[in-house]
C-alpha cells in the first residue's frame, strides 16, 4: 500500500504533459492486452459498446468510396463496385484522397491515424491542465459515445482535431484558423458551428471573419446541394445510440403516432423557449462577468457548446459525435467558482448532464432490467442531453461579446473593444 501510495503522489507531482503521456501508454497497453487474451468483440462490450462487423467500420466508407471513385464510378448513389453494398455518405471532397492511391487495404491504416489525431488534440488541450482537468478529460475519454467514435474509426475523429487545432491558433493565426474551420466545413459540414470562435478577435476582424466564413460556406453548400440531400437520405439513423431534438419523439413511435406528436411540438417549444429564456437572460444582465473570461478553454466551450447546440437542432446523431463535448469540460470546470450563482449551479447540472450522456451506453444496461426498460432508458437519456443542451444555450449566450448586445457609444468607451 505504501509502495502504491508512493506512486500515486509521484503521479499527481508529474507535469500534465507527462501525465497525458503516461495515460496514453497505459490506455494502449490495456486495450492491446485485452484485445489479445480477452478478445476484440468482449472488450468493447465491458462498455456495452456496439461492434461493428469489421475493424474501423466508418474509416472503411471513405476507403471504398475512394477507390469505387478511382475505377472511375461514382460513389455517392451506391457503393455498386464492392459486394457489401457499403454507402457513401460523406461530402465528395474526400475523394480528392484517390489521387494519393488511398484504397480498401488501406482502411486500418486510415483508421488509426484518425484514433492518433484524435489523441494528439486532447494532448493539446491537456498541455497545461491542472490535475481535475486532466481526470475529468480521461473519465471522458473512457466513456461509451467516445470509444464508439474509436471504434469506429469515424471521421469525426479527425474533425474533432482540425477544430482543436483551429482554436489554439485563433490568437495569434487567426487567417490559418479560418483555413481550418472551412477545411472541416469541407469535410464533414457541422464544424460551421464552431465558427464562433472569431468571436474573440476585435469588433471589426470578428464581423469580416464571421461574414466570410458563412458566405464561402453556404456557396459550398449550395453547390453541393444535391449530394448533401443524397447524403442526407442515405445515412442511417438511430434512436437508440443517437442524440437530438427529434430522437425521443421518433423513439415513441412505437407507442403510438400521438404520443409521439405531443412530444414531438413538445421539443420545439423546449427548444424556442431555451433561446428566447437565454436571450432575455443576456439582455436584461446587460454586461455578465462571464463574458471576460479568457483563454483556451474559453474558446474551446464557444466551439464544443456551439458544435452541440448545432448538431442537436439538426435532429439526430450518432452517440461518437458527444466527443465534442469534451470541449466544454475544462472551462465548466473553472465556472465551479465563478462569483456568481446561477453560473455555478448551471455550470455543475451540465457537466453531471454531459457525464450522463457520455456514459449511457452502460448506464441504461442497468435500466433495462427495471420495468418499462426500453422506454425509461431512453427516456431519460434524451432528457439528460435536453439538460445540456440548455445549459450549453444558456451559458453560451452569456458568454457573448459585450460588443454584441451594448449598442450605446458611451458604454463601448467603457467596454474594450476585444470584448
Not at 20 to 33: D, E, W
Not at 39 to 62: E, H, M, Q
Not at 309 to 335: A, H, K, S
Request: glycine letters at 6%; one cysteine or more; proline letters at 3%.
Amino acid at each position: 500500500m505504501r509502495l502504491f501510495g508512493n506512486c500515486y503522489n509521484k503521479i499527481l507531482d508529474m507535469g500534465p504533459k507527462k501525465k497525458v503521456i503516461l495515460f496514453f501508454l497505459v490506455l494502449i497497453v490495456f486495450f492491446s492486452f485485452m484485445f489479445k487474451f480477452y478478445g476484440y468483440n468482449k472488450t468493447w462490450r465491458l462498455w456495452n459498446v456496439p461492434v461493428a462487423s469489421c475493424y474501423f467500420a466508418d474509416s472503411k466508407v471513405i476507403t471504398h468510396g475512394v477507390e469505387t471513385f478511382a475505377l472511375g464510378f461514382d460513389p455517392m448513389p451506391k457503393n455498386c463496385v464492392f459486394l457489401d453494398q457499403i454507402p457513401y455518405n460523406y461530402p465528395r471532397t474526400w475523394l480528392c484522397l484517390s489521387y494519393f492511391g488511398l484504397n480498401t487495404e488501406h482502411t486500418f491504416f486510415f483508421g488509426l491515424v484518425s484514433i492518433i489525431l484524435f489523441f494528439c488534440g486532447i494532448f493539446i488541450i491537456l498541455s497545461r491542465a491542472n490535475n481535475k482537468t486532466v481526470g475529468a478529460i480521461f473519465f471522458a475519454i473512457l466513456s461509451p459515445a467516445v470509444l464508439l467514435g474509436i471504434e469506429r474509426g469515424n471521421i469525426d475523429l479527425i474533425i474533432f482535431f482540425i477544430v482543436i487545432l483551429s482554436v489554439s491558433l485563433i490568437q495569434k493565426f487567426y487567417k490559418i484558423s479560418a483555413i481550418l474551420i472551412l477545411l472541416g466545413v469541407a469535410l464533414k459540414l457541422f464544424p460551421i458551428f464552431a465558427v464562433t470562435i472569431f468571436l474573440k478577435l476585435k469588433r471589426g476582424k470578428s464581423v469580416l471573419f464571421l461574414i466570410s466564413i458563412l458566405s464561402l460556406s453556404l456557396l459550398y453548400f449550395f453547390i453541393s446541394y444535391s449530394d448533401l440531400l443524397l447524403i442526407r437520405a442515405i445515412t442511417p439513423r438511430s434512436s437508440i445510440c443517437s442524440y437530438g431534438k427529434d430522437v425521443l419523439w421518433l423513439f415513441l413511435q412505437n407507442y403510438g403516432a400521438n404520443f409521439s406528436f405531443i412530444v414531438r411540438i413538445i421539443s420545439h417549444v423546449f427548444v424556442i423557449f431555451v433561446f428566447i429564456f437565454s436571450f432575455f437572460t443576456l439582455i436584461t444582465d446587460r454586461i455578465s462577468s462571464i463574458s471576460i473570461s479568457k483563454g483556451l478553454y474559453f474558446d474551446l466551450f464557444r466551439a464544443g457548446s456551439c458544435i452541440y447546440i448545432g448538431t442537436f437542432l439538426l435532429g439526430n446523431n450518432w452517440d461518437y459525435r458527444l466527443m465534442f463535448l469534451i470541449f466544454v469540460i475544462p472551462q465548466l470546470l473553472e465556472w465551479f467558482n465563478h462569483k456568481e450563482k446561477r453560473v455555478r449551479k448551471i455550470s455543475k447540472i451540465t457537466i453531471f448532464s454531459v457525464y450522463i450522456s457520455l456514459w449511457h451506453f452502460l448506464i441504461k444496461v442497468v435500466i433495462k432490467r427495471l420495468p418499462y426498460g426500453d422506454f425509461l432508458r431512453n427516456s431519460l437519456d434524451e432528457m439528460f442531453n435536453y439538460i445540456v443542451f440548455f445549459g450549453l444555450t444558456y451559458l453560451f449566450f452569456l458568454s457573448l461579446p459585450r460588443w454584441i448586445y451594448l449598442r450605446r457609444k458611451s458604454i463601448y468607451k467603457k467596454c474594450p473593444s476585444n470584448l
